[in-house]
Every structure is written in structure tokens, then in C-alpha cells.
């Protein structure tokens, strides 16, 4: 059980790095979400795996679940929810503002150079919109 989690967290962890060095927002976003994930199970599994037994200590029982790492990955969801939802605000924002998703905001594609860019363009946050 403990390597079937632990290779859970590397692979979550991996592809979680492996997106955030993407150059695209959405994959930006993935990657957090995906490292979130990979916090979560190993908080989790901080609190030693065990089935089956209560997660409130009483007198008579001999052995017990720690409830401190379960409350602390129902803190750490609220987080990373509040804080995917922000990138996400963020990243519709940005693609907004400058026409793209590149983390930077500096890409363009082959078509949308500057010296091809006309007033009417840059006052409608990239979009092209028909002068008539």
C-alpha cells in the first residue's frame, strides 16, 4: 500500500513539475493543481495508512487513525480550490488583455507581428474586429 502511494505522489509530482515549465497558462494551471494533489496524498499519508480503525481516540481503543493530517489535507483542498480558481481568473484575464496564453504575454503567432498591428486591433485587447 505505502509503495503503491508513493508512486502515486512521484507521478503526480512529475507530471505536476512537468507542466509548470510549460510555457502556457492552462498547463500552468494543470501543473499547480496536479502538485496540490501530490501535497495532499503525502499529507495524508504522513498520518500512516491504516483501515478500518477509528479516527477519534477513546480509552478502550487500542489503536487509532491520527485525525490531524486528514484535517489538515481538508485545509490544504480549500486552499488549493481558492487558489486554482484565482489562476484561473487570472489566466481568462490575461488571454484577455493580450491575446494569448503564453505565461509572459509576449508570444505572438507568425500572423500577429507588431508592424502588422493597427490601431483598431490594440484598442480591442488583440481581437480583430471588422472597421465598418
Known amino acids: 500500500m505505502e509503495i503503491l502511494i508513493a508512486v502515486c505522489i512521484g507521478t503526480l509530482t512529475a ?3 512537468f507542466l509548470l515549465l510549460r510555457a502556457r497558462t492552462f498547463a500552468v494551471v494543470i501543473g499547480l493543481t496536479l502538485l496540490a494533489y501530490a501535497v495532499n496524498l503525502f499529507l495524508f499519508a504522513m498520518g500512516r495508512l491504516q483501515i478500518g480503525l477509528p479516527a477519534v481516540i477513546n480509552a478502550q481503543a487500542n489503536d487509532y487513525a491520527d485525525p490531524l493530517p486528514q484535517a489538515l489535507v481538508l ?4 486552499i488549493a480550490f481558492g487558489m486554482t480558481a ?3 481568473a487570472l489566466a481568462i484575464k490575461a488571454r484577455a ?4 496564453d ?3 504575454g509576449l508570444h505572438r503567432a507568425n500572423d500577429e507581428t507588431p508592424e502588422q498591428e493597427t490601431p483598431t486591433k490594440s484598442r480591442n485587447n488583440g481581437r ?3 472597421p465598418i
Open 15 to 17: 507530471s505536476g513539475v
Open 75 to 78: 485545509t490544504a483542498i480549500v
Open 86 to 88: 484565482f489562476l484561473i
Open 97 to 100: 488583455e493580450l491575446g494569448n
Open 102 to 104: 503564453h505565461v509572459d
Open 128 to 130: 480583430m474586429r471588422n
